[in-house]
């Protein structure tokens, strides 16, 4: 028997969003995401005025990339070894405590440069233990994870980037029209609305296995990497992944040279480019969420480096700001592509006592050591190459990674395992 249009599917966005525990934690969530941009940008921009150093400002931002490369696992493992609801709970609390505590040194006239980079330090710290901490809880609050997993990740995502695109424009406005401490004070407030939010949100207990003493520990950390790289196609995917956020890192450098020289743009195309990406990552994020389950990891990624990879080598070759607005929004949603489906996956088939150090892991592996390269490179192209080539160069070698998964044996076996799949549930 057909089902009734009026009803609504398992693995929909609506089904997810009509889950009461999966709503206060995505709205908690985005509260909590635009108290720390309004942090981050008040935060630099004191630091700025004090010092009259970029470099100095540029900490700020850098910090929390810093702590994730060296400290990511180590944190994760004492996430996955604490009580997930109070765990998320006093995370939150101490964050806002500190900012009360800057807000407070801000209105004596005691605060000094110091105490900002000291109070960034601890909340990206305490960050990194909280986010391990949710995507353990994610799957555990979803009656059917296995189906409303992927979504819930894409809402999630999308959320978070449409906080941020908004998030920055409004900062801007409010660091103008009101007081830092103000900002540090409404900082505070949100980390407490989420604090409230997760109180009242049913948290199941989750799994704890922990080995003694330090080496215990550093074996536990070690079981993430571990876990990933036991899997061929997930040991796939993170190499792949780490080679293409190393040349793409670059793009962070060039994407306000590119319109200012070659599109000549200034920073209002800067600006509408920035907002492309954002809108891309939106789009991305909910394409994947939607058929996740339809193809598989290796058939994401082909995709997903495919239309990025067009994209960066489309925007040189046509200079022109709406085309370049059109290329940039298609480069986020091919990259966004692949990331609902590789996280739903990864979540899925992780024991959940591991989830928050494979979660992080990752991250690490990914992006947290490739990306500051990558960086360190693009500031030595900056230099050398005209920043049309270096589009052209990266969007070739995107291309090129995306054909050479055609061949990888792990990527081959995973699309013809789907493809077997597809043909017997017909």
């Not at 540029?58 to 180590?74: E, K």
């Not at 765990?87 to 105490?115: N, Y």
Request: aromatic share 10%; with cysteine; charged share 10%.
């Amino acid at each position: 028997m057909k089902k009734m249009k009026n009803e609504i599917r398992g693995d929909s966005y609506r089904a997810v969003l009509r889950l009461p525990s999966f709503v206060v934690l995505l709205v908690g969530r985005l509260i909590s995401g635009a108290g720390q941009i309004l942090f981050s940008m008040a935060t630099m921009w004191y630091i700025l005025q004090l010092t009259e150093s970029a470099l100095a400002a540029a900490l700020i931002p850098m910090l929390p990339y810093l702590i994730y490369a060296f400290l990511g696992i180590p944190l994760a493992t004492i996430s996955d070894r604490l009580p997930k609801k109070q765990l998320l709970i006093w995370t939150d609390i101490l964050r806002a405590g500190i900012a009360c505590i800057l807000a407070l040194l801000f209105m004596t006239g005691s605060m000094l440069p110091w105490h900002i980079y000291a109070a960034n330090l601890l909340i990206a710290i305490l960050g990194f233990l909280f986010n391990p901490a949710t995507q353990t809880v994610i799957p555990a609050i979803l009656p059917e994870p296995a189906k409303q997993l992927a979504p819930a990740n894409a809402l999630l995502n999308s959320s978070s980037k449409t906080v941020e695109l908004l998030g920055y424009a409004l900062g801007g406005i409010l660091i103008a029209l009101i007081s830092v401490q103000s900002i540090l004070f409404l900082y505070a407030v949100t980390f407490l609305l989420s604090a409230i939010s997760i109180f009242f949100i049913r948290i199941p207990v989750t799994k704890v296995v922990k080995q003694k003493g330090i080496s215990g520990f550093v074996k536990d950390s070690m079981q993430g990497i571990t876990f990933l790289f036991s899997r061929k196609i997930l040991a796939c995917c993170i190499i792949f992944g780490a080679i293409i956020n190393f040349a793409g890192a670059p793009l962070h450098i060039f994407t306000p040279i590119f319109a200012n020289m070659v599109l000549q743009a200034g920073p209002q195309g800067y600006g509408l480019l920035q907002s492309a990406f954002a809108a891309g990552s939106i789009a991305g994020s909910l394409l994947s969420g939607k058929y996740a389950k339809r193809l598989s990891l290796a058939h994401w990624f082909l995709i997903s480096y495919l239309i990025s990879g067009t994209s960066l080598l489309l925007m040189p070759m046509f200079p022109n700001l709406y085309i370049a607005i059109a290329c940039s929004f298609l480069l986020m949603m091919g990259l966004a592509l692949v990331n609902v489906p590789l996280v739903t996956s990864i979540l899925l088939s992780t024991p959940e006592e591991k989830r928050g150090r494979v979660m992080n892991s990752m991250g690490v592996l990914m992006s947290g050591i490739s990306n500051p390269l990558g960086l360190l490179l693009g500031g030595w192209f900056i230099e050398t190459y005209n920043p049309s080539w270096v589009y052209m160069g990266i969007g070739t070698f995107v291309i090129c990674m995306g054909m050479a998964s055609l061949f990888v044996r792990p990527f081959r076996e995973e699309r013809s395992k789907r493809t077997r799949q597809q043909t017997t549930s017909m």
